[in-house]
């Protein structure tokens, strides 16, 4: 499995070997309830994916476009919102309302992206544009009757498949799965575009790429409204999960942080870096609360100390790190390989 | 609808809230003037704050005022040692990285603080905590007062500082010009660190005028980062009587709309204000240089 993308990095290579990984890594992790059975895990194995999928949306942003946004709350919440209000208030079928929820982030996302850029907003002012607008919303949705204000907003239950709700977590484990390799293929597809390449370039000099021909305002915003509807498929997801939303859950800043946390730690605009980053801050988190016992803020004391050493010492996320450790064993060792990148993930 | 009366009260308890939110985002403000980050770990550094002055007082009995001689000079240590040994070799110079070693940092003391003291929420008893000055058509609570006056007394220190020590001096050029102040034989790491042992410092002063009259819990420090935030960006980034004007401004303008939209709705208010100063006016009301 190690030696299945033999690929080099870069514009003349393949795309395929990529694919090949990205297939090879869904089906493992499809494999997974075939194997266990407990609930407990897959609860936490959909947890992990969700916070992939969020954080592959603020990867897209972030990691492809250099524009760290602080506020992806914003737009999980209002997928979420969207999905929760038009199935409880408006009787629209919840596949329907799942479209509308994306729909909805994006148009957020392009609102937020349209104003911000076209002020030519960018590092700490962006960060906290992004961070206001999700404040603004959270505070709206805690007052406004129809996301149900303070008391939040709860689906019904009813566990068919047209109501996008599942008996068995093994198929809401699917669902989410298929949707993090839909995400997957979609960071593949903008990093080998002409789009990805001129997102990459506003990222390293903004200045450059204008430069250069790139309308860098049409690029963000472009990019700000993919990452929008990714990451509010995401808070769709949400709601048809835990049948319950409010503005503390919805718009919560913790969200905003980790859709940042996951691709920061697994590395920053790579493909599988939010994947990763997911598996492993949820593995420490667990692993925090087994060893201290379930208290209150432990699991996110680690995350913060794990985000501060991935920064100070593979500030390229530990995908970054492991493909500069395998290179520079590749070049100790084996001198004629170049190691595939996406060799970790198998 | 509104008497004169209860318009002027609003008024003048939003000065004195505003004082409080002037001096956090004095620490806010001074950091970004000179190291050009926002500073994310602010607001749970004056959680930890509020924190040790309540503890001060409970365990100790120390009074909050005179805890502030103390906490003032502990505090700019832990920020200079967390700017000289954390923040600044983790970033490797990079302003995002910056950005994200804060929150981690942020992250870490929030939750530090809600594992060890979990989420109820504390205040101290004060003696003084309920007297009040009778001006004739309102009445000013006296531990208010006296952090508008202590604001302002910190501020004139800080600008003496800054004004004529040489350290000062060295701050001012490294936010002027952080390659020439280092060919002119400034250390940059330490003043990048002392920097931002003064922000802390002046979070830890807040924190000791807050807690007679407020209450102390781990996720407090956010609500006042955030209007902080606002002041900063009202003011100007990095600008030191902007961030004054603006938290007095910011003060008022919460208080009011407190009084005509209700408590929730008057932070809309303020987020919108800030939303608006920044698409507009990025530099700030009294800011001019871009």
């Keep these: ?346 | 609808m509104f008497t004169p009366a209860i318009l002027i009260a609003a008024i003048f308890n939003g000065l004195l809230t505003g004082a409080v939110y002037a001096l956090v985002a004095l620490g806010l403000t001074l950091v970004y003037g000179v190291l050009h980050i926002i500073n994310f770990a602010h607001g749970a550094l004056l959680s930890a704050a509020l924190f040790a002055a309540f503890f001060a007082f409970h365990q100790f009995g120390l009074d909050p005022y005179l805890a502030a001689f103390l906490l003032a000079p502990a505090f700019f240590a832990c920020g200079y040692a967390f700017q000289r040994f954390v923040i600044g070799p983790a970033s490797h110079g990079d302003d995002r990285n910056m950005l994200l070693v804060t929150l981690g940092i942020a992250i870490v003391i929030e939750n530090a603080l809600l594992y060890a003291f979990h989420a109820d929420t504390r205040t101290i008893d004060v003696p003084y905590a309920f007297q009040s000055i009778d001006l004739g058509f309102t009445f000013l609570a006296v531990p208010r007062l006296v952090g508008f006056g202590a604001v302002f007394v910190v501020a004139l220190l800080l600008w003496l500082i800054m004004a004529w020590t040489d350290t000062g001096k060295a701050i001012r050029a490294v936010a002027k010009e952080r390659l020439g102040a280092e060919l002119a034989g400034i250390d940059v790491a330490h003043i990048y660190a002392v920097t931002f042992g003064l922000g802390t410092a002046c979070v830890a002063i807040a924190a000791c005028l807050l807690i007679p009259t407020y209450y102390v819990n781990p996720s407090v420090g956010n609500a006042f980062v955030l209007i902080a935030f606002t002041i900063v960006v009202l003011g100007g980034m990095g600008s030191v009587p902007g961030a004054l004007i603006g938290g007095l401004v910011t003060g008022v303008v919460e208080s009011l709309s407190g009084l005509f939209l209700g408590d929730s709705l008057g932070q809309i208010g303020i987020f919108l204000i800030f939303i608006l100063v920044l698409l507009v006016r990025p530099n700030g009301l009294f800011g001019a240089k871009a």
């Design chain 1, 1 to 346: 499995m190690t030696r299945s993308g033999m690929t080099k990095r870069g514009a003349t290579g393949h795309g395929i070997g990529r694919f090949a990984s990205i297939v090879i890594v869904v089906a493992v992790l499809a494999a997974v309830p075939l194997v266990v059975h407990s609930n407990v895990t897959l609860n936490f194995l959909v947890a992990t994916l969700l916070a992939a999928l969020a954080g592959q949306g603020w990867n897209i942003l972030g990691g492809y476009g250099g524009q760290y946004s602080f506020g992806h709350a914003a737009f999980f919440g209002t997928g979420a919102y969207v999905t929760a209000i038009l199935q409880v208030r408006y009787g629209v079928n919840a596949w329907a309302g799942f479209a509308a929820g994306i729909a909805g982030g994006a148009v957020v996302g392009a609102v937020i992206g349209g104003l911000s850029f076209r002020s030519g907003l960018r590092g700490s002012y962006f960060a906290l544009v992004t961070l206001a607008f999700a404040e603004v919303l959270r505070i709206v949705a805690s007052v406004t009757p129809i996301t149900g204000a303070g008391v939040g907003t709860l689906v019904k239950l009813d566990l068919h498949a047209r109501a996008f709700q599942f008996e068995s977590r093994a198929v809401f484990y699917w669902v989410i799965l298929a949707m993090v390799a839909v995400s997957l293929v979609i960071t593949h597809l903008v990093e080998r575009s002409r789009f990805g390449v001129w997102l990459v370039a506003v990222r390293e000099n903004e200045d450059a790429a204008r430069a250069l021909g790139v309308d860098v305002i049409m690029v963000k915003l472009g990019a700000m409204v993919l990452s929008a509807a990714i990451t509010a498929a995401a808070g769709c997801f949400y709601v048809q999960y835990f049948l319950f939303i409010d503005s503390g859950i919805a718009y919560g800043t913790w969200i905003s942080i980790e859709a940042l946390l996951t691709p920061i730690i697994g590395g920053v605009g790579t493909v599988f870096g939010p994947l990763f980053g997911a598996l492993v801050v949820k593995s420490l988190g667990e692993g925090a609360k087994l060893l201290a016992g379930d208290a209150p803020g432990l699991d996110l004391v680690v995350y913060g100390i794990v985000l501060v050493l991935v920064i100070g010492m593979a500030p390229r996320g530990l995908v970054g790190g492991l493909t500069a450790a395998r290179r520079w064993c590749g070049r100790r060792w084996r001198p004629a390989s170049i190691p595939a990148e996406e060799a970790e993930h198998g």
